[in-house]
């Protein structure tokens, strides 16, 4: 039905940046909400940002004003930003696609460290 290509995840060292992206393939109607997940070692995933079909963008408190989530509609991928990169940001990055007929899908992850 659909497969998330994840790319962009690596070593950085803090305050660096990153950018990671996601493609959509496949056979689908229609993306919504486009999004970013990470979950670090130790803890539950939580939400990192989202972007809806209409372009409005959500953050968590964590990130606001270094991440930046985007999307290009042509290509149905979307995109995350990561500046001023701190170690608490370390965490595998999972992007989540909300398909119109199909429901809730994420990508299998893509691991980012923030670390001297």
């Known amino acids: 039905q659909v497969q998330l290509v994840e790319s962009g995840g690596g070593l950085v060292q803090p305050g660096g940046s990153l950018r990671l992206s996601c493609a959509a393939s496949g056979s689908f109607f229609s993306i919504y909400d486009m999004g970013w997940y990470r979950q670090a070692p130790g803890k539950q995933r939580e939400w990192v940002a989202t972007?809806?079909?209409?372009?409005?963008?959500y953050y968590v408190d964590s990130v606001k004003g270094r991440f930046t989530i985007s999307r290009d509609y042509a290509k149905n991928t979307v995109h995350l930003q990561m500046n001023s990169l701190k170690p608490e940001d370390t965490a595998v990055y999972y992007c989540?696609?909300?398909?119109?007929?199909?429901?809730?899908?994420w990508g299998q992850g893509t691991q980012v460290t923030v670390s001297s």
């Open positions: 989540s696609v909300d398909l119109e007929w199909a429901g809730i899908r």
């Open positions: 972007i809806t079909d209409t372009g409005t963008t």
